[in-house]
């Protein structure tokens, strides 16, 4: 009964006191050194300083050889395995770089030691994890030094990174600023200090502009500088824009007729930009190709070579394939396939050519080396005895809601366009042209455009033997074998003939819809020419669709829509002409503003000309809208020419025209 009672008094002091053990200064009995550890668990429990916390948190206690709790720098874990650790004598002046120990010396005060990789301690501005700066020298001591701080491409004395214009040996931080419409000193300033100036108030000042009376005449100028018109409106010598004179080019150099046919063909090399496929219907005698030229090598400005094109598909023997149309990516690999038309292609040995579309796989596409377009292909398409398919084709938009792109094409011969839906282009057959999901027996030539008549997917618009008309895209697919006219009107006889081809444009008049050109010969007797149809006019039509929209003038190719270039809600078009200046060749840009203000537009009058480089060139019959290559963040032109330089058969090269809109 008493031991009962005294061990209740001790529990009674414990709480009043702190216990029946030796009293100190915390009042806590199992902690004698007052370190927060009780003594049970502490190494040192007459020693506060030595523990088992983890006060400066650099996972090492006092007990476990942590020779200063209080600093997290110092304990005895050697984090770079050097042998030394920060507790010894000398301790390690870092531990995290295994070449230091016990020498750590910063003659530069940069906080970084020889040991510690500081290639230069005796300049404070270079040590592992500066900014590299624009001396030439290893600022960051990675041990390498950035090319644009070693290349001087002008020989100016001043590397890329300092140079605003590496190209131009006049232009540098030390040049003397001159009126011209340039900084000449790379100091953001333009003709600064030259007492320069601008009556006109165009943006070029009077020294370097050729009328500095008139607003619309300037260097670079591009919508003002139209063919014929006199005035050189561009201050570059010429009448008109001289595509030789553009951003960059590639031309080749024996005589294949590149540039037979351009299309853009997406992403093929990871860059973010589209690509571009060019035909060459004289490759190899007459059996043609389809060459890749990929977008990123005109990024800098200058003249290149067939070396500098990738992937050629080249085709068999005789075949002449001079068309390429993307078909998108149907398989789903991120790389758009491709069609070839091969015009030429005698299936049968009988001397009578029917005509073949090969199909290709977008990696069929990449690297670099000429590859037979008969092992390349998965798929191919062939023409009836004597059809010669393979160079009226089109790229239609997905028409059957299943995401991908569908093909029509043409024959010369007449018969009718022949549709094939997605699912015929992924399977790729081997097809023949009587497999087609749809014969569009009237017509000719056919494009699609918007939506036109309620229904979601985009519409068809076809035109042969003076008869256009426009099909509801989600039948056209479904309705077999039948002649088409859901809408359709014959083209009253006062308007010409042979208005044959009907071209998408895109929103020209800014209302939402898609428009069209129907391309004629002998309109109204003006040769040439075209009507050019808005959207909504055709929606809001009942059938007989009136053939009634903006007469346009002196237009034998019509290329596409370009989209908005200049800005002002209304979309351009495209438009070339083989035989303008001397067969020279030109491509027109017919500016929206001009249409909708207008019912009959003489486009080579209005439309700003660029022209090709020698007589015979022949510019004109093709042209893409493509990425930016220039760096001026606008679109840019690329147009190509088959018979450059000296007429004839030519060796073919490609432009590319920076985007002055």
């Not at 249409?595 to 209005?606: F, L, M």
Request: aromatic share 6%.
């Amino acid at each position: 009964m008493r031991a009962v009672w005294l061990v209740a008094l001790c529990a009674l002091v414990a709480v009043v006191n702190g216990g029946c053990g030796p009293s100190n200064d915390c009042g806590l009995a199992d902690d004698f050194d007052c370190d927060g550890t009780p003594d049970r668990f502490d190494c040192a429990p007459a020693d506060p300083a030595v523990h088992e916390r983890d006060v400066d948190g650099d996972l090492q206690t006092p007990c476990g050889g942590d020779c200063d709790d209080t600093d997290p720098d110092r304990h005895t874990l050697d984090l770079d395995g050097d042998g030394v650790t920060t507790c010894d004598e000398p301790g390690d002046c870092d531990d995290t770089a295994p070449a230091c120990a016990t020498d750590c010396e910063d003659a530069d005060g940069d906080g970084s030691a020889v040991c510690a990789g500081d290639c230069d301690d005796a300049d404070p501005a270079r040590s592992p994890g500066a900014d590299e700066a624009c001396d030439g020298l290893d600022t960051d001591c990675d041990g390498v030094v950035p090319t644009d701080e070693t290349t001087d491409a002008d020989g100016d004395g001043y590397a890329l990174c300092a140079d605003c214009d590496d190209a131009a040996v006049l232009v540098h931080p030390d040049a003397v600023e001159v009126c011209n419409a340039i900084d000449d000193d790379c100091d953001g300033d333009v003709d600064e200090g030259t007492g320069a100036a601008d009556v006109d108030g165009d943006g070029s000042p009077s020294c370097f502009d050729c009328d500095d009376l008139d607003p619309n005449r300037y260097p670079n100028a591009f919508w003002t500088e139209v063919d014929g018109d006199g005035l050189d409106a561009n201050c570059d010598g010429d009448d008109a824009i001289l595509l030789s004179e553009g951003w960059a080019s590639l031309g080749w150099d024996s005589n294949i007729r590149f540039g037979s046919d351009i299309e853009l063909i997406g992403d093929l090399d990871g860059d973010g930009r589209d690509d571009l496929i060019v035909t060459a219907q004289d490759y190899g005698s007459d059996d043609g190709a389809a060459i890749v030229v990929s977008t990123s090598v005109f990024l800098t400005a200058n003249s290149y070579g067939p070396d500098d094109a990738g992937r050629i598909l080249r085709g068999s023997s005789g075949e002449g394939c001079q068309t390429a149309r993307s078909l998108g990516d149907l398989d789903g690999d991120g790389l758009d396939e491709l069609a070839v038309g091969c015009r030429k292609a005698d299936l049968e040995g009988d001397s009578t050519a029917e005509g073949r579309f090969y199909l290709v796989n977008g990696t069929e596409l990449q690297g670099t080396g000429v590859t037979d377009l008969f092992f390349a292909h998965y798929g191919t398409i062939a023409g009836s005895d004597g059809a010669r398919i393979g160079e009226g084709v089109v790229a239609l938009p997905d028409l059957d809601n299943d995401g991908k792109s569908e093909l029509a094409f043409w024959s010369p011969n007449g018969g009718g366009a022949r549709l094939f839906a997605s699912w015929q282009l992924e399977n790729g057959g081997p097809l023949s042209e009587g497999e087609a999901a749809t014969v569009l027996a009237n017509s000719g030539a056919v494009d699609a455009a918007d939506d036109l008549l309620g229904w979601p997917e985009p519409d068809l618009f076809y035109a042969g033997d003076d008869e256009w008309g426009v099909l509801d895209g989600g039948q056209a697919l479904v309705q077999g074998n039948t002649a088409p006219g859901l809408f359709n009107g014959d083209v009253d006889t006062s308007f010409g003939t042979n208005c044959d081809t009907p071209v998408a444009v895109g929103d020209v008049d800014g209302q939402g819809m898609g428009d069209v050109v129907v391309r004629c010969r002998g309109l109204n007797g003006g040769g040439n020419s075209g009507m050019l149809l808005f959207g909504e006019d055709l929606a809001n039509a009942s059938s007989p669709i009136p053939f009634d929209g903006v007469e346009l003038q002196g237009i034998p190719v019509v290329l596409g829509g370009a989209g908005d270039l200049d800005g002002d809600g209304l979309g351009e078009v495209l438009f070339g002409s083989q035989s303008a200046r001397d067969e020279r060749g030109a491509i027109y840009v017919l500016p929206g503003s001009a249409v909708v203000a207008s019912t009959v537009v003489n486009v080579p009058e209005v439309a700003p000309a660029l022209i090709g480089e020698n007589a015979n060139d022949r510019v004109g019959a093709h042209a893409v809208i493509g990425p930016d290559v220039s760096g001026d963040g606008v679109p840019d032109l690329f147009v190509v020419a088959q018979q450059w330089p000296a007429g004839g058969v030519g060796r073919g090269i490609l432009w590319v025209q920076e985007g002055r809109w």
